[in-house]
């Protein structure tokens, strides 16, 4: 059975201060590893996909990287605005394709 | 903007009452899922269909049903609602050939069975 885990549960930055967030998963035959932003109250929203270990994706302060059995997205001097749940997620390269989500990252970056 | 809608965004109804969640897309994506979220955990996929007329259940046991005879709407429905259903209850779609591209979620709704 896939399975995704994220840690820290929660995360608590000063404006600025840059960090990292984990995504440990297991999968059969990865297909693509999905990282999303969730602000609360609404759905979460699409950031990045990744293939194969070693691919890296950025956008603005937010960069994603993938090892064969994790993921890392590292946030660059991080501001108020990027606080939201980070969620990861995996595809199988089998199957219907489900998608498994993880819990979530719960990121608050204090001015 | 919402290329992915959701109504109503928020439902407070009363035990054993039937209940459609709306979901319609602008996109023309063939996949859409229904997902149930609780605070604090995880998606859990409920419903998803393929196509017109394809509909299939996921993984978690649900007492709802959807159906699809248009592209781009979804409804998601409880025949008779109970308090276990509260929860959020989040629409989604993808294109079949971008699979890897992510999914386009709705802002959800947030539903109360009191």
């Known amino acids: 059975e896939d399975q995704v885990t994220q840690s820290p549960e929660a995360l608590r930055l000063q404006e600025g201060e840059s960090s990292s967030l984990n995504c440990s998963y297991t999968?059969?035959?990865?297909?693509?590893l999905f990282w999303y932003r969730q602000d609360p109250g609404k759905g979460p929203e699409f950031l990045f996909t990744?293939?194969?270990a070693g691919e890296e994706k950025e956008k603005e302060r937010l960069k994603a990287t993938l090892t064969k059995k994790e993921s890392f997205l590292h946030i660059t001097a991080p501001k108020p605005e990027d606080s939201a749940t980070y969620l990861c997620?995996?595809?199988?390269?089998?199957?219907?394709?489900?998608?498994?989500f993880g819990t979530g990252t719960k990121l608050q970056v204090i001015p | 903007e919402a290329d992915i809608y959701q109504t109503p965004r928020y439902l407070v109804i009363g035990t054993g009452k039937k209940i459609t969640l709306e979901c319609s897309q602008t996109?023309?994506?063939?996949?859409m899922y229904w997902y149930q979220q609780d605070p604090g955990m995880e998606l859990h996929l409920i419903h998803y269909?393929?196509?017109?007329?394809?509909?299939e259940k996921g993984d978690l046991s649900s007492e709802s049903t959807v159906s699809r005879i248009r592209t781009e709407h979804f409804p998601l429905t409880l025949e008779s609602a109970r308090p276990s259903h509260t929860s959020q209850y989040l629409c989604?779609?993808?294109?079949?050939?971008?699979?890897?591209?992510?999914?386009?979620f709705g802002s959800g709704t947030r539903l109360t069975v009191v």
């Open positions: 996109m023309g994506h063939d996949k």
């Open positions: 269909s393929y196509g017109v007329n394809s509909t």
């Open positions: 997620a995996v595809q199988p390269g089998r199957g219907y394709q489900k998608v498994t």
């Open positions: 990744l293939y194969s």
């Open positions: 989604a779609s993808s294109d079949l050939g971008r699979a890897n591209y992510g999914y386009t």
């Open positions: 999968v059969s035959g990865l297909r693509g």
